[in-house]
Nanobody, 128 residues
């Protein structure tokens, strides 16, 4: 099992940047593929980006590509989400999720059901 804790959220003005972190404890983090999802008020939880176990393969939601960058440091048991050029539409609770059932990116890496472990989320609010 692995436990996930997100951090780095907060209030930022439109056009600004934030870097979210997802820290893992428990089993070695390199045994998991990891993704970021987000959920805005009244909306479903949507896929943002995923990264494979080693960090050399990534997958982004089309609308996030170019502004968001997912990366990982297995030595620190941490996955990051760098978010640039933020706009009010990016306001949401951001969650990290992990799966040990598929270490590489698959066609299902953008689905909630693909992941077995979830963090509690971190709030990101972008003001206009």
């Amino acid at each position: 099992q692995v436990q996930l804790v997100e951090s780095g959220g907060g209030l930022v003005q439109a056009g600004g940047s934030l870097r979210l972190s997802c820290a893992a404890s428990g089993r070695a983090f390199s045994n998991y593929a990891v993704a970021w999802f987000r959920q805005a008020p009244g909306k479903e939880r949507d896929f943002v980006a995923a990264i494979n176990w080693s960090g050399d393969d990534t997958y982004y939601a089309t609308s996030k590509k170019g502004r968001f960058t997912i990366s990982r440091d297995n030595a620190k048991n941490t996955v990051y989400l760098q978010m640039n050029s933020l706009n009010p539409g990016d306001t949401a609770v951001y969650y990290c999720a992990a799966t040990g059932r598929a270490l590489n990116i698959t066609p299902y890496s953008n689905t909630n059901d693909h992941y077995d472990y979830w963090g509690q989320g971190t709030q990101v609010t972008v003001s206009s």
